[in-house]
């Protein structure tokens, strides 16, 4: 479902449904994804929730990669970054955060695409849990992951929040 400023996507299977709202703040350059887990089964559900961003920070990604710096605040559960080579938006930072305490974090693309980069099936999500690269010049990203355990017929949500704030300490905010 589509509304003024929002988008609602629902999907049922397997015994879990879904339910992720999508908008903008109004006042603030950040995008909010709700996501809402059911576990409609009698059996204890444990899943993993991934957010994954590519950091452009330019005008476009492979010539910007190098020089985007990722850091991850973890009394914010977010990741950072900012392209200090960049003339007119320097000092901005872009941030990815969540809700619940993320249990992996990377800001390697390999590290989750894989190898050949497989956005299909990205490498990370065949396995459990992420390798905590969080370095300049590697070739950037944003991903947060959380294991949520579902009792049956328990609700629970997770938030993410991608935007930029004018500099770190307006991104903290």
């Not at 109004?26 to 089964?41: C, G, Q, S």
């Not at 950072?80 to 901005?92: K, S, V, W």
């Not at 872009?94 to 956005?119: D, I, K, Q, W």
Request: hydrophobic share 40%; glycine share 6%.
């Amino acid at each position: 479902r589509h509304g003024a400023g929002y988008s609602i996507f629902e999907h049922a299977s397997h015994g879990l449904e879904q339910s992720v709202t999508i908008f903008v703040a109004p006042d603030e350059p950040v995008k909010i994804i709700r996501l809402k887990l059911h576990n409609a089964t009698k059996r204890m559900r444990r899943l993993t929730v991934t957010y994954y961003a590519e950091w452009v920070l330019g005008v476009a990604r492979e010539s910007t990669t190098p020089y985007i710096a990722p850091e991850f605040l973890s009394n914010y559960f977010a990741l950072l970054a900012r392209n200090l080579y960049n003339t007119d938006f320097g000092q901005h930072v872009a941030f990815l955060a969540s809700t619940r305490e993320p249990t992996g974090v990377t800001a390697r693309r390999r590290e989750f695409l894989g190898e050949l980069g497989n956005y299909i099936r990205p490498a990370a999500l065949e396995r459990v849990g992420l390798t905590p690269h969080v370095e300049t010049g590697t070739d950037t990203c944003a991903v947060l992951q959380s294991l949520l355990w579902l009792q049956p017929d328990e609700t629970k949500e997770i938030t993410f929040l991608l935007g930029q704030g004018k500099d770190h300490a307006d991104a903290e905010r």
